[in-house]
């Protein structure tokens, strides 16, 4: 079993920067991806960027140039950089894992909430 747990969230101006950090407690051999996604208010959930394992990464097109998605494999973390920040960004960010052979995510995180002002 693995269990995720985000930090890094919080209030910050439109044009301003934050960094999430997602770490994975328990076993991740199995663990073939890392993401994570968003929600905004009063929208569904939508993938914001993702690490395969081999390190490719990608980044949702309408987020690239902002949005930097990297890993720490020894300390079973990965972040999410996110700069130049605007309302439309306010959301709950969530981490996800997918075990190797699953076609979907099947762990995440309780979710932080990122809220950017004007």
């Known amino acids: 079993q693995v269990q995720l747990m985000e930090s890094g969230g919080g209030s910050v101006q439109a044009g301003g920067s934050l960094k999430l950090s997602c770490v994975a407690s328990g076993s991740i051999v199995n663990i073939c991806e890392l993401a994570w996604y968003r929600q905004p208010p009063g929208k569904e959930r939508e993938l914001v960027s993702q690490?395969?394992?081999?390190?490719?990464?990608g980044v949702a097109e309408f987020l690239k140039g902002r949005f930097t998605i990297s890993e720490d494999i020894p300390k079973k973390t990965h972040y999410l950089q996110m700069s130049n920040l605007n309302r439309e960004d306010t959301a709950v960010y969530y981490c996800?894992?997918?075990?190797?052979?699953?076609?979907?995510?099947?762990?995440w995180g309780q979710g932080t909430q990122v809220t950017v002002s004007p």
């Open positions: 996800a894992a997918r075990r190797c052979g699953a076609v979907s995510m099947n762990y």
């Open positions: 690490i395969i394992r081999g390190g490719k990464t």
